[in-house]
């Protein structure tokens, strides 16, 4: 009989590639709904030198038997625990888009709070600074059918699955779970962070206007870069590669500041490289 893992990365996050010699380990929160599989493709487009983790979060994909969690504090202590379990020698980075550039704000001031490293840069994708609190809309007493309207305005989901009612009864509680975890977030106001913040967004977000990226200059105290490419909230499935390949350079600058500054930059690459 099969020996179930111990290894808590084992169920959390996902790599679809093996790469022993990495210098850098980058985790990717999914938004509302998905699950790691929809970072596969990023596994191409970054180099040697980065290992993919793609957060699986309870309640989708290979952990669909699993109750989604519904409150953002006891999502974010749960990821602070088991990303503190995986932390070796080598340094890290987030990046998370719409729900996930939230959860991976809060992380990174999470595992502060703990006296934790924290990443060497945390990118943010579609999603405003949550100093202002969110959301402005409680979809939690949407009706099923406002709630469908509300993820189609969104986009993201193929049509095929929102008309799909045997599909939809599966994702409905996760879909529900994961927009709870935004309602139930509250902001707590603590010094900016001092890592650099790579921010990105679609131009013709209605959810997240340029005024909204521009919020996160207020949350570090080191270089806040943003950038937007054409599209709505979902832009980044038609722009990923050109995302990717944006933050893998402030990704090499982060390194590379922090080579200067005498630390570590990580373990020995076994000749492999960012190219």
């Known amino acids: 009989m099969p020996v179930a893992s111990t290894d808590p990365g084992a169920l959390w996050f996902r790599s679809f590639e093996d790469r022993p010699y990495a210098a850098v380990a980058l985790y990717a929160f999914p938004f509302a709904g998905s699950g790691a599989a929809v970072f596969r493709p990023w596994t191409r487009h970054l180099p040697p030198m980065v290992e993919l983790r793609a957060v699986q979060l309870p309640g989708r994909q290979d952990r669909i038997a699993e109750p989604p969690v519904h409150d953002c504090a006891t999502l974010v202590t749960g990821l602070a625990d088991v990303v503190e379990s995986r932390l070796d020698d080598r340094p890290f980075a987030f990046f998370g888009h719409s729900m996930g550039a939230l959860l991976s704000f809060e992380l990174a001031r999470e595992l502060r709070r703990r006296g934790s490293p924290t990443p060497i840069v945390l990118g943010l994708s579609g999603w405003p600074s949550p100093r202002g609190g969110l959301?402005?809309?409680?979809?939690?007493?949407?009706?099923?059918?406002?709630?469908?309207?509300?993820?189609?305005?969104?986009?993201?989901m193929p049509e095929d699955v929102l008309n799909a009612p045997d599909l939809l009864s599966l994702i409905m509680p996760t879909l529900r779970a994961d927009f709870a975890v935004v309602e139930s977030h509250s902001f707590r106001d603590e010094l900016p962070l001092d890592i650099p913040l790579s921010v990105f967004g679609g131009v013709a977000d209605p959810f997240v206007e340029e005024g909204g990226l521009q919020t996160w200059r207020r949350e570090s105290s080191a270089e806040v870069t943003v950038r937007q490419y054409p599209g709505r909230h979902f832009y980044l499935m038609d722009h990923f590669a050109s995302v990717v390949s944006a933050f893998v350079g402030d990704l090499r600058a982060a390194l590379d500041e922090r080579g200067a500054r005498g630390a570590s930059p990580g373990r020995a690459t076994g000749g492999a490289s960012w190219q």
Do not use: H, M
């Not at 959301?135 to 993201?156: K, N």
């Open 135 to 156: 959301p402005r809309v409680r979809y939690g007493g949407l009706s099923d059918a406002e709630f469908l309207d509300t993820v189609r305005r969104l986009g993201g």
